[in-house]
């Protein structure tokens, strides 16, 4: 009978909490690490485009995606347990 071995795991993987942001102008990965977001990557929605970016590190980072018919402005923030949060403005 042949041994199973289980699957390697990421080896130093860093610490801290990755989620994704869904909104009408566009998809945001945030990550908070020590009470500091950063974005790790953003992606407008069809008809948008990137305005700004100020991806951190740092207390809040921000993305706005506009389009010819408004703007979407996302304000991300590391929760008390250093998850992800945002708020939007649109």
Excluded: Y
Excluded at 15 to 38: E, F, K, Q, Y
Excluded at 68 to 90: F, M, N, Q, Y
Aim: hydrophobic content about 30%; overall charge negative.
């Amino acid at each position: 009978m042949t041994p199973v071995t289980p699957a390697p795991t990421a080896a130093g993987s860093p610490p801290g909490h990755s989620r994704l942001i869904a909104t009408a102008g566009g998809n945001v990965i945030a990550r908070c690490d020590g009470g500091l977001v950063t974005l790790r990557s953003w992606s407008p929605a069809q008809g948008f485009h990137v305005d700004k970016v100020d991806r951190g590190p740092d207390r809040r980072a921000r993305v706005e995606f506009e389009s010819e018919s408004g703007e979407v402005k996302v304000e991300i923030r590391c929760s008390a347990s250093d998850t992800p949060v945002h708020t939007l403005d649109d």
